[in-house]
């Protein structure tokens, strides 16, 4: 044999046994990969979707009176403290009222005399009506509560001297809380007086449980040009922690949450048009049942019958990346209704998925 020859023969011998090695590495390989496809199994979970829609807002006080000087003049008396609780009526500030007590006086004192000189009885209505101008001049040497409320941020002490319309501090009723908040115009068919609404706030730990009181019949178009209804909240008995101007975001309640078994699709096979799952028991051993499922998300089947949950099923050669999608819904189509949060599900306008 020649050297050529030699050479040509071990040549085709090395390719031949690299073959048969490439061969029976991918053999050993698809069949560890077997193997792993079938020992693979899944937990049917349950998932809640809650039936919702996200908005954020600040709160404000039921309602509020602005203190102010209804005219100049100096502080002579100051007859609460920020913090005090007052009512509806009660004097807070009292400007020098020489000039108003003087007219009041002299009026009072030419009344009894026009009445004891037996003046007609027009000029002594005439009086009387002079009487109760006089009464509302001095009425404007007050600062007084219009409502219920609690004083906060109060600026005035005696000898101070104020302008007409110098705000001095401001009353808020904390009653309760309210707030209006955007609903865009898609999910406002959804709203409706009474429905529950779940508050968080940056300040506080807990959340804050308020209502919807008020829903307009017209929309309104916000200055980046979207069309939304203004939704009226209100909250009952507010923590302390919670005060006026405070931000916050929270969820709608449309209605009550639904709760539902999902399952990888690599776990439910299909025989004769039948859907089928093979339950792992705690022998080792396993059984076959009929279920019936539904397209859930990418990933993802929603069991309607056959199944409980915490059920371990068997792998039925299909992909086992079970990686979750969480964007889209069953056909592909994000969640609709609440903004920024697309849902994990077939599920309707205004929900979302709570988690597994």
């Known amino acids: 044999m020649t050297k050529n020859k030699k050479i040509f023969v071990t040549v085709i011998c090395c390719l031949a046994l690299l073959a048969v090695g490439i061969s029976v590495f991918f053999i050993v390989r698809n069949a560890k990969k077997s193997t792993l496809v079938k020992n693979v199994t899944y937990t049917v979970k349950s998932e809640t979707i809650e039936h919702i829609i996200e908005i954020s807002g600040n709160i404000e006080a039921a309602e509020s009176q602005t203190l102010q000087a209804q005219g100049d003049g100096t502080v002579r008396k100051v007859n609460f403290k920020e913090g005090d609780t007052v009512k509806k009526g009660d ?56 409502i219920d409320g609690i004083i906060v941020g109060l600026d005035a002490a005696v000898e101070d001297y104020c302008e007409a319309k110098d705000e001095v501090g401001t009353i808020i009723d904390r009653s309760y809380l309210k707030a209006e ?43 980046r040009g979207a069309s939304v209804v203004m939704a009226q909240i209100h909250v009952a008995n507010p923590p302390d922690e919670i005060l006026p101007g405070y931000s916050f975001t929270g969820k709608i309640q449309i209605k009550e949450s639904d709760t539902v078994l999902v399952v990888e699709k690599a776990a439910i096979g299909r025989e004769n048009r ?18 019936r499922a539904v397209p859930y998300d990418m990933n ?23 990686t979750k999608a969480g964007t889209t819904g069953a056909f592909g189509m994000p969640g609709m209704g609440v903004p920024g949060n697309s849902g994990r599900g077939a599920s309707p306008a205004g929900s979302a998925p709570k988690g597994k």
Do not use: C
């Open 91 to 146: 004097v807070i500030i009292v400007l020098d009222s020489d000039e108003e007590d003087y007219n009041i006086s002299k009026h009072d004192w030419d009344y009894t005399k026009a009445k004891a000189n037996n003046s007609a009885p027009k000029e002594l209505e005439l009086m009387r009506k002079q009487r109760e101008m006089l009464l509302k001049k001095l009425e404007k040497r007050q600062v007084i509560a219009r």
């Open 274 to 291: 039948q859907q089928f799952a093979e339950v792992v028991k705690a022998d080792g051993s396993t059984e076959r049942v009929n279920v």
């Open 300 to 322: 993802y089947l929603k069991i309607v019958e056959g199944l409980e949950e915490g059920m371990i099923l068997k792998n039925q050669g299909q992909s086992t990346s079970g």
């Open 181 to 223: 908040v955007e609903v865009a115009e898609t999910d406002a068919p959804q709203l409706k007086k009474g429905q529950k609404v779940v508050m968080t706030f940056p300040s506080y730990s807990g959340e804050i449980i308020g209502e919807i009181v008020s829903v307009p019949a017209k929309g309104t178009i916000t200055s």
